[in-house]
């Protein structure tokens, strides 16, 4: 499964094992995507935010970034 993310940090903690001091509340769930990425389960891509079609779900969208989107999920 390909997991596309918009932010580059959370990409970058789920491809690396090292990470910040500022990260703890974050470790438990950066440590399972990592193991799902060893076994080979996953793989963790960056995306560019306009091209998320996950937004559609997330966030509200003008109306040209919303026709965009819906007519990916629904074609």
Known sequence: MILEVDNKG???LANSWSHGGRTRDMQV???WLRELK???LIKVKWIP???NVAD???????ESDFK???EILVS
Do not use: F, Q
């Open 49 to 51: 935010g306009k091209a």
């Open 68 to 70: 965009r989107h819906r």
């Open 10 to 12: 959370s990409v970058d």
């Open 38 to 40: 060893e076994r080979g």
């Open 56 to 62: 559609t779900l997330t966030i509200n969208l003008n």
């Open 29 to 31: 769930r950066n440590y």
